[in-house]
């Protein structure tokens, strides 16, 4: 087993930081785990991505060749960050900050912003509520794994919210 996953969105959003989390709770499970992010130079309100790969088997090499998996929480980051997706890849987008998704077939539109907001009062939780889905949709790790990689990164005061914003983004996919 391999997967090779693409999170992208806009400087702020907290793609990296569901990426590093996801990679931590691939390694706790005993899992082979390489992590790579890039933002443009505007960091903050520019293009951003992190990569992930995991695999059972030792990783060779340590960027994203061809991802089976893109997240995408912005119009410009579904533009451009999918155009490489594997042929019966995933594109999982945010509904509401992607009007015009790319055509792919096999495309997962959820309203991860707005379920961050409506559910956990903020928008900051978005990454969290994307992180809990795209458990759900890969099964890559256990969400009992994740929680605990999530309790781990995340500032003490706001845990409660995040288990709420991952459980939240898992149950918003319906398989």
Not at 70 to 86: G, P, W
Request: glycine share 8%; aromatic share 4%; hydrophobic share 45%.
């Amino acid at each position: 087993m391999m997967a090779q996953i693409r999170l992208s969105g806009s400087g702020g959003q907290g793609v990296i930081t569901a990426a590093i989390i996801l990679a931590e709770a691939a390694v706790r499970e005993g899992k082979e785990a390489v992590q790579s992010q890039s933002y443009g130079p505007e960091a903050r309100g520019g293009a951003s991505k992190a990569e992930v790969i995991i695999s059972d088997q030792p990783i060779y090499h340590p960027k994203v060749l061809v991802p089976e998996l893109v997240l995408a929480l912005t119009q410009a980051a579904a533009d451009k960050y999918s155009k490489d997706l594997a042929v019966g890849g995933t594109l999982v987008i945010d509904t509401d900050l992607v009007p015009n998704p790319p055509n792919f077939p096999n495309i997962i539109s959820i309203p991860i912003t707005k379920l961050a907001v409506d559910k956990i009062g903020k928008s900051l939780f978005a990454n969290i509520v994307a992180l809990g889905a795209l458990v759900k949709i890969t099964e890559l790790v256990d969400f009992e794994t994740i929680k605990k990689a999530v309790a781990q990164r995340v500032p003490p005061a706001t845990i409660d919210r995040n288990m709420q914003a991952l459980q939240v983004g898992y149950d918003a996919v319906t398989k």
